[in-house]
Each structure stands twice: as C-alpha cells, then as structure tokens.
C-alpha cells in the first residue's frame, strides 16, 4: 500500500542540531560555573523538549525550579542566535524530501523543540518541501503523549494506514505507537537501532534512500509474504538482518556439500568464506562446461520474488537456473528485500529491466540493455538471458526448496 502522509521528528532526523544545542547549553551551563557538557552528553539528554534538557544537565544539587527555569531562558536566547551555526540537514534528507514532494507525499514535522525554533529551522533548511511544522506549545502535551501527532495528522489530511512516523529515538517510536501510527526508526541520529528495536520500530532506515521504497510500496508485509510462498510448498524464513542470515545459512549447511551459483547477494554476505569449517564447497561450475550439479544444497539467489509466491531467475548458460530445479536435494534462494515485487508480471520485468541489465554491465557484455538498463527483447549474439525460469512451487523430487528474505537490500 502506497504511503500518502509522513510525519518527521526534526533534531536526529532531519537535521543534525547536536553542535548548535550543545553550544547553547554550554553559554547557560558557564554563566553559572557549572561543568560544559559534551556533545556525547547533549546526544544523551535530548529528545524530552529543551525543559527536560535543561535539568539533565544542571548538577543535581544545583537544579531547582527557578534554576531550571532561569537556565532555560539562557539557553533559548543562546539558541535563537546561534541554532543555525552548525546544524547542517544529514545527507540524501533533502533529495528524500523533494522526491516525496514529487510524489504527492504530504510532509510534517514534528518535534519536542520549542515551536518558534523547530519552525525557524525548518523554513530556513528545507522551505516548503515540508508542509506544516509543530513544535512544543503552550497547554499541548509534549511527545510520547499522542495529542500533538494527531492533530498534525488531522492537518495534513492523513490516514493513519497509509502515514509513517519517521524518528530517531524511543520518543519517537512511543508517539507512533500511542496515535496507532507505523513507526520508522532512523539509525543516523542520536540513538542506535537497538534502542529503536526495542521501543518497537517497525522497521529501521540506516540512510534516507533506505525509507523511499518504504514509500512506494509500504513496509514489508512479511507474513503475508510468507504465506503466499507456504501456500505454495515452498520453505520460508525472514531474517532482519544479514548478520543473521549468515549464521543461519553457515548452520544449515555446515557438514554438507554445497554448490553456488553466480551471485552478487552471496558475494556480499560473504559466501562461501563465511561457511564454518566442515562444509564442502563447490563453485558451480568446477570445471568450464563442468557443473557440480548434485549436491545436498545449492545455493542462489534470484532476479525476482513475487508477493503472490513466485520465483523469477533468467540466465545465459542455463547451469544456474536448471540447478534450481533438477539435481541438488534442496535449493534455498537468498535474497534481499529489493527483489521483492508486488506480482508475477513485475518480477518478470525487475528480471529483464533491472538485474539483466545490472549484470551485463558488470560483466561488460555488450548488449543493449547494458546501455540504457531497459529491455529490448534483443537478438544480440551476446544475449545474457536466453532461458527465464518461474518456480510457481518446489520442484517434485526435491526434498526442500526454500526461500530466505533478509530485510535489507542486497545484489540486484
Ligand atoms: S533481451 Fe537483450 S536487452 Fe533484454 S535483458 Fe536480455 S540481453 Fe538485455
């Protein structure tokens, strides 16, 4: 499902504000002959509002309310002059934000920073690639509480099923989950993805470019994926990462004979160094026009995986792809969040108009598509794909034939 609204968290999000703040607290910290924080330590306290902020970071035995309150006032002032001096946006935000406009995305932000600075900061960096913007007000419960993000909601004219809530802090991920929003944790900012995970991001961006598939397709919809291919005869396991892939894959095989085919996702988990001792491992093709074509487990990737439960791998020679279907006891397809397509009709043209292309410019073949990385149909004598193979269910007489998604992008 197509995603129509996003709701950003500002600092650790979009812009990089960790200098600006931490100066500005240090100019109120000093006044008073309290110790300078670090910018480790602002990283650390930010993410409550500045309130919250402020009394973080005034020593415990000096920090009473009208202390807080004085040293609020000193650091705002700071701020106001000063909050543009070296916050810079993180990169690939603005070129994410310009496409979302393209796209008819509507854009809001959001954020615990009082709302004449996050506004200021946003007009200034981003102008009117974002939409509405709210900051802390008056009588308006800050973040994790649920007011502020459905009234944003409200305003841009969103659905909750088709908004992210994108954010780099458990704050952010509570808020989601309290207004009933899809929450998106982003790995750039002040908090690391552990903590992401654990407050319940749904799924995790580690650049901007990560969360515009995110957009166009939705988020991964992972059981139903899976059903679509259990229902099918085939094996299914998603891994979130590639770390865990490999370990799985390295347990699987250990103690077997395995074969590889070419693969760009193997070659970048680390196949077939990453295999424990005790796996016997053959490139698939052992000798030129000599395939190991039996083994316990033949390992590949594929060009294409359908929701609706297929499979789709072209080739030239044709060893990879009949090594999927005939010989190996079991074959497992590895294959990254990228290859998936929303049906069979996509995948077949991700194959001939994305991985074809890809792969004849890697291997320097001279064929059209190599040119422009679109499909010709072509007669060219260095055709690459001259056999396309659609598993719609394991193969009869194989004993397993399964598929392992990673949720990250991997080959192509
Ligand atoms: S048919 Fe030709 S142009 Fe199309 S993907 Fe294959 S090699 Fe490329």
Redesign the pocket.
């Known amino acids: 499902m197509k995603i129509t609204t996003a709701i950003f968290d500002l600092d650790g999000t979009l812009l990089n504000t960790l200098g600006d703040l931490c100066d500005s607290v240090n100019c109120a910290m000093l006044r008073h002959g309290f110790p300078a924080v670090t910018e480790e330590q602002t990283r650390q306290r930010v993410g409550n509002g500045v309130r919250r902020l402020i009394e973080r970071c005034i020593p415990e035995n000096k920090c009473t309310e009208a202390m807080v309150d004085i040293c609020l006032d000193e650091f705002r002032t700071a701020y106001n002059e000063r909050m543009m001096n070296r916050t810079q946006p993180y990169d690939g935000i603005l070129p994410l934000l310009r496409a979302l406009k393209k796209a008819g995305v509507a854009v809001g932000v959001l954020s615990n920073k009082y709302d004449v600075a996050a506004k200021g900061l946003i007009r200034h960096y981003f102008g009117d690639l974002v939409q509405i913007t709210h900051g802390e007000r008056p009588d308006i419960p800050c973040k994790p509480d649920p007011t502020s993000t459905l009234a944003l909601l409200r305003e841009l004219g969103g659905d909750p099923a088709t908004t992210l809530y994108i954010g780099d802090s458990a704050v952010d991920m509570q808020t989601a989950k309290n207004a009933g929003l899809t929450a998106v944790g982003v790995t750039w900012g002040f908090r690391s993805a552990d903590e992401l995970r654990q407050a319940g991001a749904a799924a995790l961006a580690d650049s901007p470019a990560d969360l515009l598939p995110m957009f166009e397709r939705g988020l991964l919809h992972v059981d139903s994926i899976c059903k679509a291919f259990t229902a099918r005869g085939f094996g299914f396991t998603y891994f979130a990462t590639a770390a865990e892939a490999v370990s799985y894959l390295s347990d699987v095989c250990a103690g077997k004979s395995v074969s590889l085919g070419g693969s760009m996702t193997l070659k970048a988990l680390g196949f077939p160094e990453a295999f424990r001792y005790g796996t016997a491992v053959h490139w698939h093709w052992v000798r030129k026009g000599e395939y190991f074509q039996k083994p316990d487990i033949y390992l590949s990737s594929a060009n294409a995986l359908s929701e609706t439960g297929e499979i789709v791998n072209i080739d030239g020679t044709g060893n990879r792809v009949s090594a999927t279907l005939f010989g190996p006891k079991r074959c497992i397809f590895v294959c990254g969040v990228n290859k998936l397509c929303p049906d069979l009709q996509s995948a077949v043209d991700r194959a001939?108009n994305i991985a074809?292309?890809r792969n004849?410019q890697r291997l320097g073949v001279r064929?059209?598509?190599?040119v422009d990385g679109k499909?010709?149909?072509?007669k060219?004598p260095?055709?690459?794909?001259r056999a396309m193979v659609v598993h719609m269910g394991p193969p009869l007489g194989m004993e397993k034939c399964e598929i392992v998604l990673i949720g990250e992008p991997l080959g192509y």
């Open positions: 001939r074809a292309p004849a064929t059209p598509c190599a499909c010709h149909d072509c060219s260095n055709r690459i794909c």
